[in-house]
Structure formats: C-alpha cells, structure tokens
C-alpha cells in the first residue's frame, strides 16, 4: 500500500501509481523538477525530488542555463558622484543595460562598455517620424543649444560595468 502515489504537475492530478510508474513518467519526460508527489501516511505534497526513489530518474543534470537575458528597459540607475570642485559621476550598468550622453562628457569606461554614435535621442517616438521626424528633433535640439548626436554607451559584458561623465 506504500508503494502507491500520486502525482501532481502543471495543477493536474494523477495517480494511483506504483513507484516504477512514476519513474517511468520521469524517464518520458512527462514528469520534471517541478513535479510534486503524495501518498498514504504523508501529511502533504512534497516536491518530487524530496523523494529519493524518484531523484535517480532524473539522472545527472548538467549546470542549469545561464538567466534569461534583460530587457532593454533599463531598472533603476545605480551611479555615484565624485568630487567636490571637479565633480563627475561614475555610472554603473548591469549587463545589456545603456545610458545616453551628450558628446563631449565622456571621462572613461571598463572595458565591457561599448560606444556607438546616434543622430537624435534615440527614442522610438523619433524612429516612427521617420526622417522628417528626426530633421524636427535634430532641429529642436539646435535651437536649445544642444548636440545634433548623442552617444550610447551599453554593457556588452556579463558582469556590471562602469562608465564615467
């Protein structure tokens, strides 16, 4: 009687099941990790690799896949001010992460951080104008004194980089 379990995944219940079933679902790839099991005397579901008859069936697990990469939404920026008559600020990026500067304020970068010259800000609104949509934006920002480019600096790297202006 202790040999008959139940099995739970993606919120379907399943079961009765002798051990050799479940190990078999496992092998099939019907069952995973996140796999939870039950069976009389136990007081609730336990994940499926609690149960050391079951974590054998999943065999020798390589290194898990890196996360996922970030979105080009950029989070919180972390940065710091340095100095005090001479002040710059030293910005640090997560991976795939950017900032935009104006031409002309760049100090220095790690190595990880890639350069790369745009015409305008760079926003979407002003990719959809087209164009005549970034002659405008070129436009406005000559008249307010400000640079015709900009430039991007975005961590290409694994690790946080920094980047100083």
Known sequence: ????????????????????????????????????????GMDEWVPITSQGEFVSAFGERSAPPPPPRRSAAADEIDYEILGHEMQLVEITLDPDEACIAEAGA?????????????????SAKEADGGLVGKLLTAGKRVLTGESLFLTVFGNTATERQKVAF
């Open 1 to 40: 009687m202790s040999d008959i379990w139940y099995v739970a995944h993606d919120g379907q219940q399943e079961g009765p099941m002798s051990a050799s079933e479940v190990v078999s679902r496992i092998e099939s790839g019907v069952l995973d990790e996140r796999s939870h099991v039950f069976r009389q």
């Open 106 to 122: 760049f100090l220095y970068m790690d190595p990880g951080i890639e350069m790369q010259t745009i015409f305008g800000d760079g």
